[in-house]
């Protein structure tokens, strides 16, 4: 199983992004998907999260700003970033929960970078 995670890149503050998470190999489904970063310095803290067939959670930074999707029939997440703000700089990860043919597991995107600044 492997995420790939796209879409980082430099953004002014009140700008837009949309992350994407391609998620391929021995899926058997895909129990939930996040989005998680970490800035330098910083722990890795959970920005969104949505399980299979239920409601999306957010971090309170990321309420009213941020929505969390996903496309099971394409087996991608996305994250769409709105109203950035420089504190929102970090390396964004993907998470999905999988079970595949051999374990339910939890597994990584490697990472994109999003930087706010003017």
């Known amino acids: 199983v492997q995420l790939q995670a796209s879409g980082g890149g430099l953004v002014q503050p009140g700008g837009s992004l949309r992350l994407s998470c391609a998620v391929s190999g021995d899926i058997r489904s895909i129990n939930a998907v996040g989005w998680y970063r970490q800035a330098p310095g910083n722990e890795r803290e959970l920005v969104a999260f949505?399980?299979?067939?239920?409601?999306?959670a957010y971090a309170d930074s990321a309420k009213g700003r941020f929505t969390i999707s996903r496309d099971n029939a394409k087996n991608m997440a996305y994250l769409q970033m709105n109203s950035l703000k420089p504190e929102d700089t970090a390396v964004y990860y993907c998470?999905?929960?999988?079970?595949?043919?051999?374990?339910?597991?939890?597994?990584w995107g490697q990472g994109t970078q999003v930087t706010v600044s003017s």
């Open positions: 949505i399980p299979n067939g239920g409601s999306a």
């Open positions: 998470y999905a929960r999988i079970q595949s043919a051999w374990r339910m597991g939890d597994y």
